[in-house]
């Protein structure tokens, strides 16, 4: 069983821009087309375990270097928008009433939440009247690349982004003065990925030809956040962004996914010396995690207590297997018993050194 303490580690690779002609491979051409779908779609393979095919071009582009159409988690409209706030997303739905009150002033209530993709824990938060249906993962009616280029094409998982990111190289280049990532397999072929950056409220084409950012078609820890890929100098997916905000699109062919992918056992969380311990009797995964602070109130004083319950939600990833259920515990700090601090003494110091450790401090 392997075991790993709640830390995070982030770092940053420095890559080298560097520009050259590209070409890519027509190794494979796309069948069952549909309306829009460009003439120079091609599959890519490259030597991927799962047998993954990736498409030499982004969904809604005309060409390999185009940055494609922006599209919010789930949207399946083709047409172009800039219009990225959470009002405006296809699955959230907003409603108001207005009434006379009996001191004769007019009352407007507003309702809003999603409609779809919800978790029961976050029913109250961000589903619609409640609502939540538990679903983690896009249906084909709601997969853009799906419905815009046939049944070959899915938005790929979060699972497919990571083998991507781990079993190719990913060197920063600049084709056609579009700055963007050329990635390349074990079997030398390669596909380009530009750095089309994001759009989310007031900010449209934000960080273009800074860093890529593409969305997956899985939930994250979430109702309000969709996983993704992002690479601003090391490839890393598993990237939340609100799901209302526009990201690019790179699909994957359906023909070579393999339908025998094992599962990442659900990790198990437990506390120990004053420590959070993720496991899981998959070896060699990753784990994705997410503190929640359960106290959402606002303060307005120079003193602020202490919240003393967190949400813990855990999941486990690993290359060629498909992520683990979600993991989700809700820890009373108050009830931590031990020295946590190690000054020999069990107060309320005790309590701030976990709260410490549950935010990664």
Not at 179 to 187: E, P
Not at 211 to 221: D, G
Not at 294 to 308: F, Q, T, V
Request: glycine share 8%.
């Amino acid at each position: 069983m392997k075991q790993f303490l709640i830390t995070a580690t982030f770092v940053l690779i420095a890559s080298v821009a560097k520009s050259q002609d590209n070409v890519i491979n027509p190794l494979h051409k796309s069948t069952n087309r549909v309306a829009n779908v460009p003439t120079d779609l091609k599959t890519i393979d490259l030597g991927l375990t799962s047998g993954t095919l990736w498409s030499n071009i982004n969904l809604g582009a005309n060409s390999v270097t185009d940055y494609g159409k922006y599209f919010s988690w789930g949207e399946t409209n083709s047409e172009e928008r800039s219009d990225f706030y959470q009002n405006k997303d296809p699955l959230y739905k907003v409603t108001q009433n207005s009434y006379v009150n009996d001191d004769g002033f007019t009352v407007t209530e507003t309702k809003a939440g999603y409609t779809k993709y919800v978790y029961q824990s976050d029913a109250d938060q961000y589903g619609y009247e409640g609502f939540f249906d538990n679903k983690d993962v896009l249906e084909k009616e709601d997969d853009a690349a799906y419905v815009l280029w046939g049944e070959e094409w899915m938005i790929p998982t979060v699972e497919q982004w990571r083998e991507l990111e781990t079993e190719c190289t990913w060197e920063s280049v600049t084709w056609n003065d579009i700055n963007g990532f050329k990635v390349t397999g074990k079997n030398n072929n390669y596909i380009f990925i530009p750095k089309g950056g994001y759009n989310y409220e007031g900010w449209y084409h934000h960080h273009v030809s800074e860093y890529t950012c593409y969305w997956s078609s899985s939930l994250s820890y979430s109702s309000n956040v969709a996983e993704g890929h992002v690479n601003t100098g090391n490839p890393y997916s598993g990237v939340g962004g609100s799901r209302f905000m526009g990201r690019l699109i790179r699909p994957v062919s359906v023909r070579h996914e393999h339908t025998d992918m094992k599962k990442c056992e659900k990790p198990v969380i437990s506390y120990e010396n004053g420590k959070l311990i993720f496991s899981c009797d998959t070896e060699d995964v990753n784990f994705v995690t997410n503190v929640e602070c359960l106290d959402n109130k606002k303060y307005y004083d120079e003193e602020i207590p202490l919240s003393a319950k967190y949400k813990v939600s855990v999941y486990a990833t690993k290359a060629g297997y498909e992520n683990s259920d979600m993991t989700t515990v809700e820890i009373d700090v108050r009830g931590l018993k031990g020295d946590v601090n190690g000054d020999g003494e069990v107060n309320v110091t005790d309590i701030v050194a976990t709260v410490n450790i549950i935010m990664n401090q």
